[in-house]
């Protein structure tokens, strides 16, 4: 017990140092910038695009001036559809040389995310990663480290504990309403994308595509994990992608992460490119409770999932039967980190989304790869400021 008190000191302590420094340079950029729009570029103008570019035009804080893609069409063809009005590159190289802005939005295929947040960083730009920030939490942590250095923010999604469904669970968590939490189920999965092969080659697969989500959810609301043990499997060996034709797929497709939080808590995470669902983004029907919490007082499920959440059933002795409670999304949507995180420069305050957090679901997505390979449980040393609400 008195382990986890100096430990919990430990995170408030350098969650606020580390708050003081970024608070800094928040300020220094709000006071810069008050009079201005945040300039943003995105780099990757695929799928995910087409949430993020009406996403970021939404803000009256934010101005989208360059799109880049190395399929240059699809930088002009977006530019087109959402009336970006920007610049359009081929490559980071030309859109650094080409209109100045403040802030790069990854959006490419997952493996080059490193090295393209590491060029933006080193040409001062801050920046908003889609998941992975990097290939590996090294890599991650030497991004961040450069960032430090130069005075600018880095973040990676996702944005999961932005909902008011994560902080209704994580304040009843923090209240005790669930009494001594014990144990806790994720679970995120689909017969996955079709569209590009990057989601089955190696840096790819259903962790850092899915269960990034869960993990980023139970590790914010039961604290970072301190060693994890997992086993991933490939149920299908070869896929056909709309851009490759049919490879072969070697990232896995199914993986079950087995979590160790302080104070004995144990929570898993189950995700996959082979389960059945009719939901897809459209998820706002969705009645699965992909989060469950138990506690010796009482349990908690998420229903829908934790990136598009339909409510939280409250299960205590006051509630009997079962309450299904914050119902109301509250403008919430999974698309909206770049947004959120690049308003807060403007507004020089500093966003629930963490990239301490970030780097820390990187490393355990590393772990469990190293866990499942060699039948061995991995020990963590990443932490980030804990509890978030
Ligand atoms: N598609 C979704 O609904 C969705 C949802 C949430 C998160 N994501 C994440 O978003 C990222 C992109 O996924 P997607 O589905 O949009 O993939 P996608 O294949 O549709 O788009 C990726 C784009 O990046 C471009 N690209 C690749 N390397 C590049 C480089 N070096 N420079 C410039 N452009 C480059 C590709 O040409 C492509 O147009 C992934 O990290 C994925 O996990 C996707």
């Known amino acids: 017990m008195s382990n986890s008190i100096s430990r919990q000191k430990f995170l408030q ?33 695929g799928s995910v695009s087409n949430r993020y570019l009406p996403q970021l035009q ?39 040389q080409g209109v100045p802005f403040d802030m790069m939005v ?39 480290d ?5 005075k600018l923010r880095l973040w990676g999604a ?3 504990v932005n909902s008011p469904q994560f902080a209704f669970m994580s304040k009843a968590i923090q209240e005790g309403k669930l009494g001594r939490v014990a144990s806790a189920h994720g679970q995120y999965g689909h017969t996955g994308p079709t569209w590009s092969a990057f989601f089955y080659e190696k840096g790819g ?40 034709g049919k490879i072969k797929v070697e990232a896995e497709d199914n993986a079950h992460i087995l979590l160790e939080h302080d104070k004995n808590i144990i929570s898993h995470v189950m995700c996959g490119f082979n389960f059945f669902d009719t939901h897809g983004h459209e998820a706002g029907a969705q ?8 506690g010796d007082a009482g349990n908690m499920r998420l229903i829908g999932y934790d990136w598009e959440t339909n409510g939280v059933v409250l299960d205590t002795a006051e509630t009997q039967p079962p309450k299904l409670m914050s119902t109301d999304k509250g403008g919430y949507e999974w698309q909206e980190g770049a947004r959120v995180t690049g308003e807060s420069i403007v507004k020089g305050i500093e966003p629930r989304i963490n ?20 039948g061995m449980k991995v020990k963590l040393k990443s932490k980030f400021p804990w509890p978030m609400v």
């Open 205 to 244: 697969g259903s962790m850092p595509d899915l269960g990034v989500y869960n993990m980023a959810t139970l590790t914010g609301l039961l604290g970072p994990a301190r060693s994890v043990m997992a086993m991933l499997s490939i149920v299908k060996p070869e896929r056909t992608v709309d851009d490759k």
């Open 355 to 374: 990239v301490e957090h970030a780097l820390h679901v990187l490393e355990i997505m590393e772990a469990a790869r190293r866990s499942s390979a060699t």
């Open 146 to 150: 450069l960032a430090k250095s130069k």
């Open 106 to 144: 990854t959006l490419t295929d997952m493996q080059v995310h490193g090295e393209l947040n590491k060029i933006a960083l080193l040409a001062g730009k801050h920046v908003w990663s889609e998941k992975p920030m990097a290939n590996t939490y090294a890599e991650g942590k030497a991004l961040l």
């Open 287 to 294: 009645t699965l409770h992909s989060i469950q919490v138990f």
């Open 58 to 96: 939404s803000s009256k804080l934010i101005e989208v001036v360059s799109l880049c893609d190395i399929k240059y069409d699809r930088a002009l063809a977006q530019n087109k559809q959402y009336n970006v009005n920007a610049k359009t590159y081929p490559n980071i190289h030309a859109m650094l």
């Open 13 to 45: 302590q350098t969650a606020m140092a580390g708050a003081a420094v970024l608070l800094s340079s928040l300020e220094s950029f709000a006071l810069t910038k008050a009079d201005k729009k945040l300039k943003v570029a995105v780099i990757g103008c």
């Open 158 to 160: 996702p944005a999961v």
